[in-house]
């Protein structure tokens, strides 16, 4: 199983940026697919989710300028960032997580997004 993050960069504050997670060696439609970021120093913190029929959870810090989303045809799931803060810089990672589990069973490798004028 591989999971593998694109598209981070560094851009100016008010920027978008949009990461892809590429899946292969699962049965992408089957997991519930989540976004985390860690930033220097912190814990590393969940960012949003998608569960297999399209239902979303976002964190406070994403509502309103974050957009998850997922092709089940492409077994990709992708997070769309709006308006991104100095306070988004941070090593993002996706996650994928079977039915009934609590634990994510898998972790992308991360890709790094940087924020700063």
């Known amino acids: 199983v591989q999971l593998v993050e694109s598209g981070g960069g560094l851009v100016q504050p008010g920027s978008s940026l949009r990461l892809s997670c590429a899946t292969s060696g699962l049965t992408f439609s089957a997991y519930l697919m989540g976004w985390f970021r860690q930033a220097p120093g912190k814990e590393r913190e969940l960012v949003s989710l998608i569960g297999r029929s399209g239902n979303t959870y976002y964190a406070d810090s994403a509502k309103g300028r974050f957009t998850i989303s997922r092709d089940n045809d492409k077994d990709t799931a992708y997070l769309q960032m709006n308006s991104l803060k100095v306070e988004d810089t941070a090593v993002y990672y996706c996650?994928?997580?079977?039915?009934?589990?609590?634990?994510?069973?898998?972790w992308g490798q991360g890709t790094q997004v940087t924020v700063s004028s």
């Open positions: 996650a994928a997580r079977s039915s009934g589990k609590t634990e994510f069973d898998y």
